[in-house]
Nanobody
Framework: VQLVESGGGLVQPGGALRVSCAAS????????MGWYRQAPGKERELVAR???????NYADSVKGRFTISRDNAKNTVYLQMNSLKPEDTAVYYC???????????????WGQGTQVTVSS
């Protein structure tokens, strides 16, 4: 299973960005899909997660500003980030739990990360 992230970049405070993560490979089913981030000198933290039935949860620091969504037909998860702040600057990582074709268990996969920088 491969995860390809896109959409990161440089944005001014108050601006918006959308990052995407597309999963490919011999996927039978995807359970949860989510985004983590890691800022320099800090631990990786959960930003948002969405389950297969559409239930979402968010870090308190992004509630009301970020929205996670998924397109099951495309095996893709999105993170719409609005009202961005300098403290949102980090590498954003896609994270999914997927069941591969022919297997009975789920495995966690990570994307390579995409840089989001919020600065004027």
């Amino acid at each position: 299973v491969q995860l390809v992230e896109s959409g990161g970049g440089l944005v001014q405070p108050g601006g918006a960005l959308r990052v995407s993560c597309a999963a490919s490979g011999s996927i039978f089913n995807i359970g949860f899909m989510g985004w983590y981030r890691q800022a320099p000198g800090k631990e990786r933290e959960l930003v948002a997660r969405i389950t297969s039935d559409g239930t979402t949860n968010y870090a308190d620091s992004v509630k009301g500003r970020f929205t996670i969504s998924r397109d099951n037909a495309k095996n893709t998860v999105y993170l719409q980030m609005n009202s961005l702040k300098p403290e949102d600057t980090a590498v954003y990582y896609c994270n999914i739990g997927a069941r591969r074709s022919g297997l009975s268990s789920y495995t966690t996969y990570w994307g390579q990360g995409t840089q989001v920088t919020v600065s004027s």
